[in-house]
């Protein structure tokens, strides 16, 4: 009678509750390399509950029984499958070949190619391996239809409830709202020399600290800006700010004015620029204040 060999096994238990049974082969940084009848399976630390080592003793040789020659490896269960993944692969991969269907076969008859540590496999654990993908994010909102029109030296927008001076020279700027964020509106010069832009978003914290916020995204984003001073102003009939300032834009100098009021629970924001390089600076100013100036909400 030939005696049993002694042999040991790690038991490395996950807090999924998956089992993989091996032989731990190697430790790096943050997990274990662990050998396995499938191949190597890398496992991170962090996701062991615990380590068992047990002693096993394998049948004597003349109890063996002989395993099929066309006997293959079943595939590794998923949820070791995602240990594995974005991990150092097995020295040689296991065969593809497909699992039993317990639908179909003998519950008397075990499969001789499933491994042991596939039977604690559970289905949760299987379904946390293929998590099911994120729904898809919500389409943004399309931008409403922009109601406006020109009469004369007259601007109206029919959306937003206003109206608003409009020099002779000065026309629309088309697709205002496609490549300026928050824009509603854009009048200006066709030798783009000069431009009056508007905005409105809701207010997020409050009056004050909005037109801060905007006044720093104007410092960031505008170079060489100078401050020239503010002043509280009146527009439609409602208190507002006024900020005049410089900036460079292509190495040339430019004017600016930002004015900010609150209208319906909305921050409305004016900014005006025209090309300070010309001795008609100052004429141009004046046109933007009086555009500015002349703006009026519609009585609800």
Same mark, same amino acid.
């Given at each position: ?10 038991e490395?238990k996950?807090k ?5 049974? =091996?032989?731990?082969?190697?430790f ?13 399976a ?9 380590i068992?080592?047990t $002693? ?5 040789d ?8 066309a ?8 949820a ?29 008859t075990p ?24 729904p898809?994010?919500?389409?943004p ?7 406006? /029109? ?8 029919e959306?937003?409830?206003? &109206? ?5 020279? !000065?026309?629309l700027?088309? =697709? ?12 200006g010069?066709? $030798? ?7 905005? /409105? &978003? ?16 104007? /410092?960031?984003?505008? $170079?060489?800006?100078?401050a020239l =001073?503010e ?10 700010v ?8 292509d &190495?040339? $100098? !430019? ?10 629970a ?13 001795d008609?600076?100052?004429? &141009?100013?004046?046109?933007?204040? /009086? ?5 009026q909400?519609?009585?609800?």
């Amino acid at each position: 009678m030939v005696s049993p060999r002694a042999t040991h096994a790690d038991e490395l238990k996950l807090k999924d509750g998956t089992k993989i049974v =091996g032989t731990i082969v190697g430790f790096e940084e943050n997990s274990f390399r662990v050998k396995t009848n499938y191949g190597f399976a890398v496992v991170q630390k962090d996701q062991v509950l615990s380590i068992s080592i047990t $002693d096993s003793a394998k049948k004597p040789d003349a109890e063996k029984k002989p395993e099929p020659a066309a006997a293959k490896p079943a595939p590794p269960p998923a949820a070791v499958n995602s240990y594995k993944k974005n991990n150092t692969a097995p020295s040689t991969p296991p065969n593809p070949a497909p699992p039993a269907d317990p639908t179909t076969s003998d519950p008397k008859t075990p499969s001789a190619n499933a491994p042991a540590v596939a039977k604690s496999v559970t289905p949760a654990a299987t379904s946390a391996a293929a998590p099911a993908p994120p729904p898809a994010p919500p389409k943004p909102a399309q931008p409403e239809s922009m109601r406006e /029109r020109v009469t004369g030296n007259l601007y109206a927008n029919e959306t937003y409830g206003f &109206q608003m001076y409009k020099p002779p020279t !000065w026309q629309l700027v088309e =697709g205002a709202r496609a490549v300026l964020p928050g824009a509603i509106t854009a009048l200006g010069t066709s $030798d783009q020399t000069t431009y009056l832009l508007i905005g /409105r &978003q809701p207010i997020e914290k409050s009056f004050a600290g909005d037109i801060d916020a905007t006044d720093r995204h104007l /410092r960031s984003t505008l $170079d060489n800006f100078r401050a020239l =001073g503010e002043k509280k102003i009146v527009v439609s009939g409602e208190p507002a700010v006024e900020k005049r300032f410089r900036v460079s834009v292509d &190495q040339h $100098d !430019w004017s600016g004015v930002a004015v900010f009021l609150q209208h319906d629970a909305h921050l409305y924001t004016i900014f005006g620029m025209t090309s300070a390089d010309s001795d008609l600076v100052q004429i &141009q100013e004046n046109v933007i204040s /009086r555009a500015i100036s002349s703006l009026q909400f519609a009585k609800p």
